[in-house]
């Protein structure tokens, strides 16, 4: 186990050390755009990521929720994120997630690696830390807490914390209303496709149900914050991710080739477009490259729960109503599962689904 906990960048970053070592500092490439997330989020001249008021998601009348469907249609195909407001879910709920998971890792190393993954044996989930899986060799700077959380048959209840008191059922509760939430946002975003309302979440489903896993982002303090990432540039494999945090900024997003800190609004819930819907959209969502970075004066976290089709009972590729002889098929159908090894992987498509490599698809 002491081998394990050398790895946790709680420890590294409480030992006092005033410069990262060498495996945390990223390519050049890579460090552009970076600079002081604290003071970036003042900047009043940069684009905002778009606020979604959902308050008229649920209206009776069909007109004002078409006029929220819209706004959800233009902030999904221009940026791909959104902050989400008034989404229905209680704040009184929202408070206790994050109470319970910021009370988890104040809990000592030692007790929480006692929940520790084992990434060398396939149990992803659990407390752990990124080991480096790039061609650089680079390391993030962050620690993490993740596991699935719905349906229930997906809970590994053996690895969730016992403590603190309150974890277990302020996730359940709070999975549960997320769930209803997916509901709501796929029914817009199927309306702003032309479609149905039932239509993007009953291809999704298929004969299952949607899977809803959660990541605790944990993000010590770093003394060297310009040469760090706590996750690096990715777009998220999932239909959707929602996100809350506890008001430091870190999520940068890649918006008209500029990276764009996102600003903290209160009360909300980020939520991201992911390359699942993009696929089925056939291009129309973006799926929003993105970041997260850090600082040398705040711990950050974040808690992202991943909204996921079954890995191979349902067929990702664009619906048939978004091709057409102008709007040919951007991407080739594949399950959840190979869409995960062709992120992964950084394999083509077609050597995943057909064992050949003839063509590379980004």
């Known amino acids: 186990m002491a081998a394990v906990e050398t790895l946790r960048i709680e420890v590294l970053a409480g030992s006092g050390i005033d ?6 500092i990223r390519l050049e490439e890579e460090l552009i755009g970076i600079g002081d997330v604290l003071a970036a989020v003042t900047d009043s001249s940069a ?3 778009p606020v979604l008021d959902l308050a008229t998601l649920n209206s009776d009348d069909e007109f004002t929720r078409r006029s929220c469907y819209e706004q959800l249609k233009k902030a999904a195909e221009e940026w791909g994120v959104m902050h989400l407001i008034n989404h229905g879910i209680d704040k009184n ?3 206790r997630v994050k109470l319970a998971g910021e009370e988890f890792f104040r809990l000592p ?4 690696e006692k929940y520790a993954n084992d990434q060398g044996t ?3 989930q659990g407390y752990g830390s990124k080991l480096a899986n790039n061609a650089s060799g680079r390391r993030e700077w962050e620690d993490y807490f993740f596991h699935s959380v719905s349906p229930p048959e997906k809970r590994d209840m053996s690895i969730w914390p016992t403590i603190p008191q309150d974890y277990t059922p302020s996730v359940i509760e709070y999975s549960d209303e997320l769930r209803k939430l997916t509901t709501r946002i796929l029914a817009g975003l199927s309306v702003g ?3 149905e309302e039932s239509r993007l979440e009953k291809h999704l489903v298929g004969s299952e149900d949607l899977i809803l896993q959660m990541k605790i982002n944990y993000y010590p303090k770093c003394p060297q914050p310009e040469l760090a990432l706590g996750v690096e540039a990715h777009t998220d494999v999932s239909a959707l991710t929602f996100i809350l945090h506890n008001d430091v900024p870190g999520l940068q997003l890649f918006h008209q080739s500029k990276w764009i800190t996102a600003k903290c609004v209160p009360d909300s819930i980020i939520m991201h477009i992911g390359d699942s819907v993009e696929i089925l959209s056939n291009g129309k969502y973006k799926s929003i490259l993105h970041r997260g970075v850090v600082n040398k004066e705040k711990v950050r976290i974040s808690w992202a729960v991943f909204c996921e ?3 191979d009972s349902v067929m990702l590729g664009p619906l048939p109503e978004t091709v057409s002889d102008d709007q040919p098929a951007l991407f080739r159908p594949r399950t959840f599962a190979q869409h995960i090894q062709h992120k992964l992987f950084k394999k083509s498509v077609d050597e995943i689904v057909d064992g050949v490599d003839n063509k590379k698809e980004e």
Not at 109 to 112: S, T
Request: hydrophobic share 30%.
């Open 19 to 24: 410069s990262i070592p060498q495996e945390y």
């Open 47 to 49: 684009p905002e990521v």
């Open 93 to 95: 709920l929202t408070t």
């Open 109 to 112: 190393v030692e007790e929480k």
């Open 122 to 124: 396939g149990q992803i």
């Open 193 to 195: 496709l032309g479609l």
């Open 309 to 311: 089709p079954p890995k």
